[in-house]
Structures are given as structure tokens and as C-alpha cells.
């Protein structure tokens, strides 16, 4: 099957300093990227949804300057976390779509902000 | 609007148990229905999946089907083992947009 990767897998950093973190579809070209976010035994909340080579549509209460988002090329999409916060720590999760409704999902990064 | 709820959890069962995990949607036109699952400190995987009413989705033992006169796709398992142990989410796609809705997720534990 579709295999979706994240890098890094765990990110530990202080606070006010900016995160990156990588999707890439390593197996097919994916036209559509989302980002996800969950806390702590909670569901998978969308933040955003990104397609090759234009801008991202964020959900509403997502702040775009907040979480930036590339999706530079079909196999990669990119989320940078600026200016990290503790209340930022969370589990992110990509996932990425090459046909409609099909969603293959990263393993996501588990971003800790001191 | 769109919206899926789940059974809420924790859930204990000793190993070889039945498991149902109660999953219901709301949704506009016609979704499909999916049910993920995430071991501990990973991702989702797709458990399976089903893309009209009364289609039946299956896979590793788990079964779902798509019930459209109740709004449900409830996930059944006959005989559970402690490698099941995780967290099941239901899900819906609209199809329009290719958004997903997630239900809050069902902690499964299973015991020897």
C-alpha cells in the first residue's frame, strides 16, 4: 500500500524558537496534503489542507501566520510550527491524497515545546 | 452539517470476548464510512472501509457495514486479541472536497 512518511518522528524545543516538520508520499504523487493535529486521547482535529503549488486552506480557529504551510512539490508538504509555544506541544499527523477520498496517513510527530 | 459519534470508552475485554464499537454519522449527500486504527505512538491506519449503504467492509477479523436506514457502521470483531489492543476511529469522507470527519475514538484494551 501507499506508505506516507514524517521526519522528525519526535522534536523537543524551546520555547519561541520554529519547528519544521516534513510529509512526504513516498510511493505515489499526492495531490492533496492534510494536516492534522490530536491531543492527548482525542480525535484527529484538520487544521489544514494543502494542494501542490497553491495555498493552503486552513480550518477556522487555525492561524495561518501561526502554522505555516508548503506543499513545494506532489511528495512533499512541509508544516512549520513559528515561534513554538507549550501550548503547541501535540501530536501531528499528515496524511496525503493522490485520488478522491483516499487518505493514507503519516505516523506522525510528536512535537514537545519547553 | 457532517459529524460522526462514537462509543465512548475505555473498553476492556478479556481475550477471544465479542466487540462491538458503536459508531454513528451525520452527514450530508453520501459519505463513505471508514474505520482507522492507532497503536500506540503511530499513525492511523486503515482498518476498512465502506462507500455505499449496505456494502460490508472487512478486514483482519473486524467487520463494519454501512447501515444508511440507521446512520450506523458499528465495528464488530468475534474473537479479540490482546494484539487488538489500540484506539479505533470511525470516520467519514463527504466525497465532495475529500474531507475527513473523525469521530473521538475508542480505547481498546484487551487482557490475557
Known amino acids: 500500500g501507499a506508505v506516507v512518511s514524517q521526519h522528525p518522528s519526535w522534536v523537543i524545543c524551546k520555547s519561541g524558537t520554529s519547528v519544521k516538520i516534513e510529509c512526504r508520499s513516498l510511493d505515489f504523487q499526492a495531490t492533496t496534503m492534510f494536516w492534522y493535529r490530536q491531543f492527548p486521547k482525542q480525535s484527529l482535529m484538520l487544521m489544514a489542507t494543502s494542494n501542490e503549488g497553491s495555498k493552503a486552506t486552513y480550518e477556522q480557529g487555525v492561524e495561518k501566520d501561526k502554522f505555516l504551510i508548503n506543499h513545494a512539490s506532489l511528495t512533499l508538504s512541509t508544516l512549520t510550527v513559528t515561534s513554538a509555544h507549550p501550548e503547541d506541544s501535540s501530536f501531528y499527523i499528515c496524511?496525503?491524497?493522490?485520488?478522491?477520498?483516499?487518505?493514507?496517513f503519516g505516523p506522525g510527530t510528536r512535537l514537545l515545546v519547553l | 452539517g457532517n459529524s460522526v459519534t462514537q462509543m465512548e470508552g475505555p473498553v476492556t475485554l478479556s481475550e477471544e470476548a465479542f466487540l462491538t464499537i458503536n459508531c454513528t454519522y451525520t452527514?450530508?449527500?453520501?459519505?463513505?464510512l471508514f474505520w482507522y486504527v492507532q497503536y500506540p505512538g503511530e499513525g492511523l491506519q486503515l482498518l476498512l472501509k465502506?462507500?455505499?449503504?449496505?456494502d460490508k467492509g472487512s478486514n483482519k477479523g473486524f467487520e463494519a457495514t454501512y447501515r444508511k436506514e440507521t446512520t450506523s457502521f458499528h465495528l464488530e470483531k468475534g474473537s479479540v486479541q490482546v494484539s487488538d489492543s489500540a484506539v479505533y476511529f470511525c470516520a467519514l469522507n463527504t466525497n465532495t472536497g475529500n474531507q475527513f470527519y473523525f469521530g473521538t475514538g475508542t480505547s481498546l484494551t484487551v487482557i490475557p
Open positions: 496524511s496525503a491524497s493522490e485520488v478522491q477520498e483516499t487518505q493514507y
Open positions: 452527514a450530508t449527500g453520501y459519505p463513505s
Open positions: 465502506a462507500t455505499k449503504a449496505d
